[in-house]
């Protein structure tokens, strides 16, 4: 089977391309190495969107919820009836290893669940990796030991734990408030004089409100430095302070996998954070037949490209798709 385009990646971006190349009659194929929508999958079990649902909508299918941001299950839901609806040849749990050949006639290598090698044949790539598999290491001692996660799931487990989340964005936020809602004893530690400015305007003022009460310890300007089984230590204004710790959250945000994109052969603009050379109309890189879609496409500027505004990417890929491929 030679399908014409393979899309890496099956999030609500990958899933747009393979919609819209459909559309256009052509053969497509998705592998992602976890399930359909890995990425929100590993997203907080009860958070809920920032987006209102017809800002997630792919394919023209409505995305209706009782509420006026949808939930993380109610968007698995919806993703699921897209690709239930477009008979969308997804292949899960296939971890694209690397790419060979060239436009017109590509080989992607992948490994499955059990080591096993598989091939498939594509004349076009598109590339919607995402970039929540890559978080970024703080490099400090004891970062390496398994109290210290880089994802936030749920609360339960740390029920009356000395939990610390580093981070000054609306996951660490999001993050503190539900474990001290959950009965954890909350330090929140972020490098900047205050939470970031981008910190939703209804999460911000609860987060400042329960620092205020002292129900949540923050520290600004300050620095986790290490971490040990039983304390972390913080670099403060006020001196260097080593505090009892159960668990450490570090949510101090993910990238993408450069490496992957180079290995490829798509350039990065070092000039510009890092963003693969493309083609802005079309989406296809430096690498003729290997487009790039959703928030990849602006390198380390992670919050520029959304499920809102990356969804449109599938409709410019396809449209330079048919072009090339339809006879
Ligand atoms: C907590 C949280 C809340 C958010 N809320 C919102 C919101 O309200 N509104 C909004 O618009 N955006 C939101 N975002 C951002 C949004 O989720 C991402 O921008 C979006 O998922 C990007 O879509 P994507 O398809 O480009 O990448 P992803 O959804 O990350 O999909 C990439 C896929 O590629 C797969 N993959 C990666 N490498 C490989 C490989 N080598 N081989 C095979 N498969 C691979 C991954 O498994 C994944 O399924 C939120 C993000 C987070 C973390």
Known sequence: MIFDVLVIGAGPTGMACAIEAQRAGLKAVLVDKGCLCNSLFHYPAHMTFFTTPELLEIGDMPFSSPNQKPTRSEALEYYRKVAEHYSLDVRPYQ?????????????????????????????????????????????????????????????????????????????????????????????????????????????????????????????????VTSITEESVTLSTPEGEKTIPNDFVFALTGYHPDFSFLEGLGVKLDEANDRCPVCNPATLESNVPGIYLAGVIVAGERTNEIFIENGRFHGKQIAGDLAAKLSP
């Open 95 to 223: 971890t694209v290893e690397n790419v060979t050949g060239s436009d017109g006639a590509f080989v992607v290598h992948t490994k499955d669940r059990f080591g096993r090698l598989i091939e498939h044949h594509a004349r076009k790539l598109v590339v919607a990796t995402g970039y929540y598999d890559l978080p970024n290491y703080l490099g400090i001692p004891g970062e390496d030991l398994n109290k210290v996660h880089h994802y936030y799931n749920e609360p339960h487990p740390f029920y009356g734990l000395e939990v610390l989340v580093i981070g000054g964005k609306n996951s660490a936020a999001i993050a503190a408030l539900d474990l001290w809602r959950h009965g954890a004893k909350v330090t929140l530690v972020h490098r900047g004089a205050e939470m970031h400015r981008h910190v939703k305007y209804w999460i911000l003022p609860d987060f400042n409100n329960r620092v205020k009460n002292g129900e949540i310890a923050a520290y600004f300007h300050s620095n």
